[in-house]
Nanobody, 125 residues
Framework: QVQLVESGGGLVQAGGSLRLSCVAS????????VGWFRQAPGKEREFVAA???????YYADSVKGRFTISRDNAKNTVYLQMNSLKPEDTAVYFC???????????????????WGQGTQVTVSS
C-alpha cells in the first residue's frame, strides 16, 4: 500500500506559477512510476505528466514546455512545476503511483492503483 498526499495548489493569475508536491508514505517510492492527472468540472480525468522509476518522462501536449515533473527519491516526493499557467489549467490535480506501470502506459489513469486526494488549482484570467 502507498499513501499519497498532494499539496501546493491554490489560486493564481494567468501567466503565474505553482509547484505541486506529491509525498508518498512508502520508502521504496523510487521503484514506482508516478503520474499527475487533472480533472476539471464536468470533464474526464486527463493525463498531465509522468515519471517512471527509470526516469523516463512523458508530458501531455497541452502542458509540454510549461510544466516540469521531477522527483526527489530521498524525500519520497514528486513535484510538478507549473509555469505560464492558463485558465484552462484550472482543475483538481491528482498524483498517482504504481510499481507495475510500463513506460508506454504511463499516460493511462487505469494503470495506477494508488491515488492521492487531489489539490485544487485555479487560474484566473
Amino acid at each position: 500500500q502507498v499513501q499519497l498526499v498532494e499539496s501546493g495548489g491554490g489560486l493564481v493569475q494567468a501567466g503565474g506559477s505553482l509547484r505541486l508536491s506529491c509525498v508518498a508514505s512508502r520508502r521504496t517510492f523510487s521503484s514506482y512510476t508516478v503520474g499527475w492527472f487533472r480533472q476539471a468540472p464536468g470533464k474526464e480525468r486527463e493525463f498531465v505528466a509522468a515519471t517512471s522509476r527509470s526516469s523516463s518522462i512523458y508530458y501531455a501536449d497541452s502542458v509540454k514546455g510549461r510544466f516540469t515533473i521531477s522527483r526527489d527519491n530521498a524525500k519520497n516526493t514528486v513535484y510538478l512545476q507549473m509555469n505560464s499557467l492558463k485558465p484552462e489549467d484550472t482543475a483538481v490535480y491528482f498524483c498517482a503511483a504504481d510499481d507495475v506501470v510500463t513506460v508506454p502506459m504511463m499516460g493511462r489513469s487505469t494503470e495506477y492503483n494508488y491515488w492521492g486526494q487531489g489539490t485544487q488549482v485555479t487560474v484566473s484570467s
